[in-house]
C-alpha cells in the first residue's frame, strides 16, 4: 500500500522558519509531481508549491520568495523550506503525490497534513 508520510511540522513565531518534509512508501515504480496544499480552518484546500519530477519548482505568490520546494528523487522525498513565516500561513499542510502505482497507471496520493502555527 503506498502511504505518504509527513513530518516537520509545529508552533512558531512570526519570522521564523519550518521544514516540512513528505515520504512516499510502499511499492512504485515512480512519483511524478510532489507539491504541497495547506488549509486553513474555514477556508478552501489551497497550492502552496509543486515540483516536477525534472525539478522545476512552482510557487504561490502569496509564498514566493519565502518558501522554496525541493525533492529528492532517490529517497521520493519532497520538502518545503518556510521562512519569513506569517500568521496567515497558518494551517494543516498536506503533502500530494502523482505516484506511477503500475508501468501504465497513475494514482493521486495525499499525506494526513501537518499542522503548522505561527503566531503573532
Known amino acids: 500500500q503506498v502511504r505518504l508520510v509527513e513530518s516537520g511540522g509545529g508552533l512558531v513565531q512570526a519570522g521564523g522558519s519550518l521544514r516540512l518534509s513528505c515520504a512516499v512508501s510502499?511499492?512504485?515504480?515512480?512519483?511524478?509531481?510532489m507539491g504541497w496544499y495547506r488549509q486553513a480552518p474555514g477556508k478552501q484546500r489551497e497550492p502552496v508549491a509543486t515540483?516536477?519530477?525534472?525539478?522545476?519548482?512552482n510557487c504561490a505568490d502569496s509564498v514566493k520568495g519565502r518558501f522554496a520546494i525541493s525533492r529528492d528523487n532517490a529517497k521520493n522525498t519532497v520538502y518545503l523550506q518556510m521562512s519569513s513565516l506569517k500568521p496567515e500561513d497558518t494551517a494543516v499542510y498536506y503533502c500530494?503525490?502523482?505516484?506511477?502505482?503500475?508501468?501504465?497507471?497513475?494514482?493521486?496520493?495525499w499525506g494526513q497534513g501537518t499542522q503548522v502555527t505561527v503566531s503573532s
Open positions: 500530494n503525490a502523482r505516484i506511477r502505482t503500475m508501468p501504465t497507471i497513475y494514482t493521486d496520493a
Open positions: 510502499g511499492s512504485i515504480f515512480g512519483v511524478n509531481t
Open positions: 515540483i516536477t519530477d525534472g525539478g522545476i519548482p
